[in-house]
């Protein structure tokens, strides 16, 4: 806890209690983020619920949802724990412009992502043409093209978590079992791994749960077809037209999820940020 | 004791400065904000907007009408939202402020009616068939709906009034019924994959085949095996400008607006 000393012992009765202009807001903020979360559950179809969450509809999108978020995070493990190393312990020059090409789906709009994906591995894309020309392989409308959408909106959430792990955990393990003759590789596997193992087990459920929420990228890139390529997102969105109720339903299923999964975290989110 | 009755005078001191200090952009931006917001809806009695929502498939026609409007009511803006009919009237029903709805069926103008959001009567005012839009040059080479089978082509969903037709449009077929590779929320967004040459193939409406221009080739689709969207329009209950609500439907049922109509390649009511 860098941050305890800055605290002054007992400020409750220094500074005096919470002043109403600093908890008034506060309340109001809190209201904003809670009442919509609070509509859903009062608005949801109780009655039927059973029967909307197994309708072939609803069916058909989670089964997608869980197969493509799975596939995404795999990749996104396989790829972005080499690239959170490289980032953290390898020293080289434009780091700054690498770490900053990484952060860039956070902040960019997911429709933006699917454009991008299309114009890059579409058809006529500047990579998809030529996979199409040597191996007839198009990857849009395809559930690959969905894991490709998911991958690339959450990449970075999996990369910042465990880089930030690897920089958290002492380099001088590393130093010792190198002295000790381990080759990198070996000392990846057996040190610098299992020091990381919470940096990376939270970053991996925090990807998912981006990949399972991903619809602006997926709809553009990947379309929209029940079984092939309409995950739950897009499902509750074309079901808001039609069966307004069935939304309503997986929208509940998806904030159990959420709620879950921050469940899940709580203990490593929290000191994850505290160290 | 002193000290900390100092600093907790000090503390007292600040903490009343630095919430105005911090308040006063804030508010200022928020007046600024709501000055702007106030200028566009109402303000004067000539400076007014009306909103429009209208099927992605009007996305010309309206586009072309809304000049034409504007040049005759100095002062008014026209925002058009531009959607499939199912969201724009779902938006509506769900309290979304719009002056006038213009849907490509009479299912999704349902959707208001039922909202008891209607002010009057939907009026229809144009008619629309499918066509089947291919890449410039038809490199797959589709010659006819049947040929749809063996490409890839896309369509609506059929909670649009285009997914609708084009389902209906393809169950009709003698043979085995093609499979779309993706159901797009509206028809633009077919046009769109079908100009970006990521499929052979995508069903959309006559006009908007039309309106595309040379970044597109069309395959008519026959008669016998094509469906006949009406396209109604009315005004929504509570809308902040109904005079204006009343305006625009009279112009589009003004012979200049069928005119206009027809000239984009959409039948007759």
């Not at chain 1, 920089?167 to 080759?183: I, V």
């Not at chain 2, 109604?232 to 005079?243: E, L, N």
Request: charged content about 15%; aromatic content about 6%.
């Amino acid at each position: 806890m860098t941050t305890s000393g800055v605290v002054p012992p007992g400020r409750g009765s220094t500074l005096g209690g919470a002043p109403l202009r600093l908890t008034g807001p506060a309340v109001v903020a809190l209201a904003f983020l809670g009442v919509p979360v609070v509509a859903v559950v009062l608005r949801a179809p109780w009655a039927s619920l059973g029967e909307r969450l197994t309708s072939s509809t609803a069916q058909e999108a989670l089964r997608l949802s869980l197969t493509t978020t799975l596939l995404s995070t795999l990749l996104c493990l396989v790829f972005g724990v080499p690239l959170a190393w490289v980032l953290a312990r390898a020293d080289f020059r434009g780091r700054s412009a690498v770490r900053a090409l990484v952060v860039l789906p956070l902040v960019l709009p997911p429709v933006v992502g699917g454009v991008a994906l299309l114009l890059a591995f579409g058809r006529n894309g500047v990579l998809g043409r030529w996979l199409d020309a040597a191996f007839g392989v198009t990857v849009p409308f395809t559930p690959a093209a969905v894991v490709l959408a998911q991958t690339f909106v959450a990449l970075p959430f999996l990369v910042i978590s465990v880089e930030g792990a690897l920089r958290a955990s002492d380099e001088r393990y590393d130093e010792a079992a190198a002295t000790l003759g381990a080759s990198r590789w070996l000392t990846f596997r057996r040190v610098t791994l299992p020091l990381a193992w919470p940096g990376i087990v939270s970053g991996a459920v925090l990807c998912w749960a981006r990949a399972l929420g991903e619809f602006g990228a997926t709809i553009t890139f990947a379309g929209s077809l029940p079984g092939t390529t309409r995950t739950l997102p897009p499902a509750i969105y074309v079901a808001l037209q039609s069966e307004p109720d069935t939304a309503i339903a997986l929208s509940l299923l998806l904030i159990v999820v959420s709620v879950t999964v921050l469940a899940l975290l709580r203990e490593r989110w929290l000191s994850g940020l505290s160290a | 004791m002193s000290t900390s009755q100092r600093l907790r005078r000090q503390s007292t001191g600040s903490r009343q400065r630095t919430p105005y200090r911090l308040l006063l952009p804030i508010v200022g931006v928020a007046m600024g904000l709501a000055a702007a917001s106030c200028g566009g809806d109402e303000g004067t009695a000539d400076n007014r907007r009306l909103t429009v929502f209208a099927a992605a498939s009007l996305t010309e026609t309206f586009t072309e009408l809304e000049s034409a409007f504007e040049a005759d009511h100095p002062g008014v803006d026209v925002v058009i939202s531009f959607g499939s009919s199912s969201t724009l009237t779902q938006q509506i029903a769900a309290g979304a402020p719009a002056d006038v709805v213009a849907t490509a069926d009479d299912t999704s103008m349902q959707v208001v009616a039922d909202a008891q959001l209607l002010a009057a009567d939907p009026v229809p005012f144009a008619s629309n068939t499918m066509a089947v839009a291919t890449p410039p040059g038809n490199p797959a080479d589709v010659d006819s709906l049947s040929d749809l089978g063996s490409v890839d082509f896309v369509m609506c969903d059929p909670s649009a009034p285009c997914g609708t037709a084009a389902q209906r449009i393809l169950s009709r077929l003698a043979t085995t019924e093609p499979k779309p590779r993706s159901l797009e929320p509206d028809v633009n967004s077919v046009l769109a994959k079908v100009t970006l040459g990521e499929v052979d193939a995508g069903i959309v409406y006559v006009t908007d085949a039309r309106a595309a221009g040379d970044d597109v080739d069309t395959v008519a689709i026959p008669a016998e095996l094509n469906v006949v969207n009406a396209y109604y329009i009315a005004a929504v209950k509570g809308a902040p400008s109904p005079d204006v609500a009343a305006d625009w439907i009279s112009l589009v049922n003004s012979q200049a607006g069928q005119r206009m109509f027809q000239a984009a390649g959409f039948g007759p009511p």
